[in-house]
Each structure stands twice: as C-alpha cells, then as structure tokens.
C-alpha cells in the first residue's frame, strides 16, 4: 500500500458521460440519508446535482417532483436549492430544469434573471 496522499487531479476520479442511468437507479437518490443539519428533500436534489448531468438532473427533478417532495425546501437560513445552484457560473441548465418544476428562489442570494 503507497504511504503518499494523492493531490489535485490526482484523486480525482474521472467523469463518465456514456453511461446508462434507469429510472430506478435516479429514484435511488431519493432513499439518500441526510447529514443531521440538511432537510432530506434538499440532500436529494443535492447529491444528485452533483452527480449528474443537466441532462439525467432533469429526469430526476421529474421523479422527484411526482413522488411529493419539496422543490421549494429551504435550509435553516431561508435560502432553497434553486439559490444555491443558481450562485454557480455553469449552472443555467440546472436552474431552467429547477424552474420548469416549480422552483422559486426565497433569498437575494441567487443570481438576477
């Protein structure tokens, strides 16, 4: 076993964009268990934000809008989910599949139109 740290890209696991994603491996994302200071709907879109293509992101928002959950759900501080994507540089397709479900921004942290 190597005693030395990888740094930077070196640890970086690399993207893969050809893979197949079922209906039922997206739905998965919904059993995800929170960490104790983040709502469980707000995870959710969380982690899959982050694991996912705008592409595939948008056919879970689907799912996960149709199970019932909360598109609009908020942290502590007021702020949605829809804020806190919106603050990122390359995230406009995410923000338009958070909006044609139903997402409003709560806090003056999101981005102008």
């Known amino acids: 076993m190597s005693s030395e740290k990888k740094r930077g890209a070196e640890r970086t696991q690399k993207a893969v964009r050809d893979e197949e994603w079922s209906d039922e491996r997206l739905?998965?994302?919904?059993?995800?268990?929170?960490?104790?200071?983040?709502?469980?709907?707000y995870n959710c879109l969380l982690r899959a934000y982050r694991g996912m293509t705008a592409e595939l992101f948008g056919r879970f928002v689907k799912i996960y809008v149709d199970s019932g959950r909360d598109i609009n759900v908020t942290l502590a501080n007021g702020s949605t989910f829809l804020d806190h994507v919106s603050r990122h540089r390359k995230s406009g397709d995410y923000v338009d599949v958070l909006i044609a479900h139903g997402a409003e921004p709560r806090t003056s942290l999101a981005k102008p139109a």
């Open 27 to 41: 739905a998965g994302f919904l059993e995800l268990l929170p960490p104790d200071d983040i709502p469980a709907d």
